[in-house]
């Protein structure tokens, strides 16, 4: 039924009916995919997080210099972190997770490429850029597309991942 003003007019069965569809859950499947393409961030920053122990013994530093190339990522994502609520918010979710590849691939390429200390601590720095945006814009993502009923499961992917590749490594 439409009022005069063109507004449609609802019974109170239709509203209850309404109410009805919004308690039916979705499929699952599509959640746990979403999820799991997200988290594979984590791959990437539990591979960062793990280089330095078998690392450690090729590397012709000092003890203090290999100290300051593991510690150097924890630093990276204190920034890291930040930016990635920022660009959560400006880019969206998808893109901020997609964009978190760059600092990764940046870092790796350095560290492959670098005979050089300096180049080693800056690409520390950078992969810590990475870590820091994806334990920030991926539990964001997550929690957002899942629902209630999966979504303790799915937002404990990301650390479940990202231990597994801390000792994987």
Not at 40 to 53: D, H, M, N
Not at 65 to 70: A, L, M, R, V
Request: proline fraction near 5%; charged fraction near 15%.
């Amino acid at each position: 039924m439409e009022k005069e003003n063109g507004a449609a007019e609802s019974s109170g069965a239709e509203i209850e009916a309404f109410r009805a569809d919004e308690d039916i859950e979705g499929k699952k499947t599509p959640q746990f995919m979403a999820a799991i393409a997200a988290t594979l961030a984590a791959v990437a920053a539990g591979t960062a997080l793990a280089w330095t122990s078998p690392a450690n013994p090729m590397l012709p530093f000092s003890d203090q210099q290999k100290s300051w190339i593991g510690s150097l990522l924890s630093v990276g994502a204190i920034p890291g972190a930040m930016v990635a609520g920022t660009m959560t918010q400006s880019l969206g979710r998808k893109p901020a997770i997609a964009s978190l590849a760059l600092p990764f691939i940046v870092s790796y390429i350095i560290i492959v490429c670098s005979q050089n200390l300096w180049a080693i601590y800056a690409a520390r720095l950078i992969a810590g850029l990475g870590v820091g945006g994806v334990v920030v814009a991926v539990p964001i993502y997550v929690a957002e597309i899942a629902e209630n009923s999966v979504r303790g499961t799915l937002g404990s992917l990301l650390q479940v991942k990202e231990s597994h590749e801390i000792f994987s490594y």
